[in-house]
């Protein structure tokens, strides 16, 4: 298996655009978890969701930021309108979710995103 | 609110030598979760716990869990330099949510 696969790898982006993350979780996994983890803050989980449905959100920062999961083999993560301090490492996990949160999670790689 | 805590936060060591980190959690849980990190990439699963007195072992490190005494601790033996890396332990709650320690930078030095 592939694997949790993010893109991009790498954003830099200037303020006030638009941004979009994206992440394929590992086939067969109906949990699917983001993060972002700075240097100040650490590891922080900003949604995740179970066959596709959004179950906590309540770590997005703010309106800024929404997330979506149109079927189980794709979300996105989108920064609109991006400002500085959101420039960090997102990453995206899955799990197979057999009970909820109940079995080890799988990080994707990342999208290190910088913006200018 | 559930708080994890991890100490030290930082470690430096020789490579031989044994240490123990620790990951102390505030409210009940029903698993926990070690991981590591290396330097600019992502997060591996080292170990899951999932329940008191449980011990897991793999190489040179081993992690065990007291829900009595919400502790976890993830001890090394016999150091060498391919542990450096950042080890996170993750508290689980019911509600599927990981809730992640700040982390333990281990630098082993030759």
């Known amino acids: 298996d592939a694997g949790v696969i993010q893109s991009p790898r790498h954003e830099v982006t200037e303020m006030g655009q638009e941004v979009t993350l994206r992440c394929k979780p590992i086939s067969g996994h109906n949990s699917l978890f983001w993060y972002r983890q700075t240097m100040m803050r650490g590891l922080e989980l900003l949604i995740y969701f179970n066959n596709n449905v959004p179950i906590d959100d309540s770590g997005m920062p703010e309106d800024r930021f929404s997330a979506k999961m149109p079927n189980a083999s794709f979300s996105t993560l989108k920064i609109q309108p991006s400002e500085p301090r959101d420039s960090a490492v997102y990453f995206c996990?899955?799990?197979?979710?057999?009970?909820?949160?109940?079995?080890?999670?799988?990080f994707g790689p990342g999208t290190r995103l910088t913006v200018l | 609110e559930l708080k994890v805590e991890q100490n030290p936060l930082f470690l430096s060591m020789q490579e031989g030598k044994n240490y123990t980190i620790y990951c102390n959690y505030s409210t009940t849980s029903d698993r926990l979760y070690w991981y590591r990190q290396d330097p600019g990439k992502s997060l591996e699963s080292l170990f899951v716990?999932?329940?008191?007195?449980a011990v897991k072992q793999e190489g040179r490190l081993m992690a065990s869990l007291d829900t009595k005494a919400r502790l976890s601790t993830l001890h090394i033996t016999a150091a060498v330099h391919d542990l450096s890396a950042t080890y996170f332990c993750?508290?689980?709650?019911?509600?599927?949510?990981?809730?992640f320690g700040q982390g333990t930078t281990l630098q082993v030095k030759p």
């Open positions: 716990l999932l329940s008191n007195g």
């Open positions: 996990a899955s799990n197979a979710g057999l009970r909820i949160g109940t079995d080890t999670q799988y």
């Open positions: 993750a508290v689980a709650r019911n509600t599927g949510k990981l809730i």
